[in-house]
């Protein structure tokens, strides 16, 4: 289904590039290795572009940047302040990471400029959006500014350890394909998963041990 919608997908743009005053091209967007391998496997016919979320917290997959490259595909990051979501136990947002705050002073940049400086550097293009034009201004100044020294982004390395992020390209094995994203870290057990939405949180198996007893009773 996939494959057919995507030769659709071309065979429309093929016909709108002939009176389009733009260049009409095709993409996808939170997509995993696995599916755009399949797709230009099955179709021949890879992406323009690829957007992902990807942020200090969820670095690009080798993998998939590496595939891109290889067919001419631009990888680009979508969410690269982490959509301003809580990322430590006491509710900081990724702008407002201590690691974060300390990288960008050792960079002497905004910390918004230095984590779109992060993203040009791991080598993906950045799409940016704001209400606030100061904020897009300091997004924007990512482009002049130079690559990061290795300290600044050791730095950022140790907020991502700290935080307890772990990226993975997870397939399901119920058909579908999930793109990579960020995982947590429960609180409980340790495991990486993606069912967890805030740093702290327990994961769905222990949560269900906690509301019911870890079992190791005997029934009354």
Do not use: Y
């Amino acid at each position: 289904m996939l494959a057919a919608t995507w030769r659709a997908m071309h065979a429309a743009a093929a016909a709108a590039a002939t009176t389009a005053p733009v260049q009409v091209v095709c993409g996808l967007s939170n997509v995993c290795f696995t599916q755009v391998a399949a797709l230009i496997r099955d179709t021949g016919l890879p992406p323009a572009v690829v957007q992902n979320e990807i942020h200090v917290l969820a670095p690009p997959d080798p993998a998939l940047l590496r595939l891109c490259r290889t067919h001419g595909t631009t990888l680009q990051a979508h969410s690269v302040l982490a959509q301003c979501k809580p990322v430590t136990p006491d509710g900081a947002t990724l702008l407002h990471h201590p690691d974060v705050t300390r990288a960008a002073k050792a960079a002497g940049l905004p910390a918004a400029t230095m984590l779109v400086r992060w993203a040009l550097d791991a080598g993906v293009s950045v799409v940016v959006s704001s209400k606030n034009p100061a904020h897009l201004a300091e997004c924007v100044a990512a482009a002049a500014a130079p690559p990061l020294p290795s300290s600044v982004r050791d730095i950022l390395a140790g907020a991502r350890r700290a935080v307890g992020c772990d990226v993975r390209v997870a397939w399901t094995g119920r058909g579908r394909g999930d793109p990579q994203f960020m995982h947590l870290q429960c609180r409980r057990c340790g495991r990486h998963t993606g069912d967890l939405r805030a740093v702290g949180e327990a994961c769905g198996k222990c949560r269900r041990e906690e509301r019911d007893g870890d079992g190791d009773g005997d029934a009354a």
